[in-house]
């Protein structure tokens, strides 16, 4: 399937109404988002049942803005309507075929369970196991 360019009108209910959805932040001044796109467009071809979705963040300064995105290219990935991974920067096609695969195998139950572990201040605090 073919990349879809997203709005601030429709990214919400494509995030949410689908199961994975990567998004790549780009504009067309930036010479690694232009490098990035036929990585992004290839990958959208070889995994059609995954949203590969663009945001040009020149034309939607708003929902760039909205995201906080402060550098291009970022990439999103979305699983469930829960975004589960964001950077900066381009990745080469292992590390977005690796991306995928992660994402996909995410026990969503414990993601959402950690989710509100945090939103209810319940999570325990993290043990530094390399230090007594």
């Not at 199961?19 to 010479?31: E, I, P, R």
């Not at 469930?80 to 381009?90: F, M, N």
Request: glycine letters at 6%.
């Amino acid at each position: 399937m073919a990349t879809k360019n997203l709005t601030y009108d429709d990214f919400e209910s494509v995030v949410t109404g689908n199961g994975v959805v990567l998004v790549d932040f780009w504009a067309s001044w930036c010479g690694p988002c232009r490098a990035f796109g036929p990585v992004f467009e290839q990958s959208a071809l070889a995994h059609p049942e995954v949203v590969h979705a663009k945001v040009d963040t020149q034309a939607e300064r708003d929902l760039a803005e909205t995201l906080q995105i402060r550098s291009i290219p970022t990439v999103m990935a979305f699983r469930d309507g829960v975004l589960v991974y964001r950077q900066a920067g381009a990745l080469p096609p292992a590390a977005l075929e690796d991306l995928i695969t992660r994402v996909r195998q995410l026990d969503m139950v414990e993601v959402r369970a950690k989710i509100a572990a945090r939103k209810s201040g319940t999570e325990p605090e993290r043990v530094d196991v390399h230090h007594k």
